[in-house]
């Protein structure tokens, strides 16, 4: 089994857009029928995460997720900037695990940077 579909709704519905984007998903806008207009990724493995007006639903509550970023081009042998593991929070105040892999290290867990 996987997950293949997990919908975020927000009363921020913009500022979850610019967080998530910024943490490089490319989320494009939607429209489905007669339904809001929303923001949709589809990530390579088919999985889609999509943000939603919590308009005629309660917002998505406390959230823990996780989010593996593509390696960084490696320079001369260094770690690329950011690699690692990092703890963020979206606007909403949901826990975000942001996983950059260290290009020199495949297959290898990163190190944990923050709680």
């Given at each position: 089994m996987t997950i293949d579909l997990l919908v975020i709704y927000t009363?921020?519905?913009?500022?979850?857009?610019?967080?998530?984007a910024g943490l490089g998903?490319?989320?494009v806008a939607e429209r489905h029928g007669n339904g809001p207009e929303h923001y949709a990724v589809t990530f390579?493995?088919?999985a889609v995460l999509e943000l939603y007006p919590a308009a005629h639903r309660p917002p998505t509550g406390h959230l823990r997720l996780g989010l593996t970023a593509p390696a960084p081009a490696p320079a001369d042998g260094e770690a690329g900037p950011g690699t690692g593991r990092h703890v963020l929070t979206d606007p909403d105040g949901r826990t975000v695990v942001l996983t950059v892999p260290d290009p020199r290290e495949s297959g290898r867990p990163a190190a944990v940077r923050g709680k």
């Open positions: 009363t921020r519905l913009e500022a979850c857009r610019s967080f998530y998903l490319e989320l390579a493995d088919g």
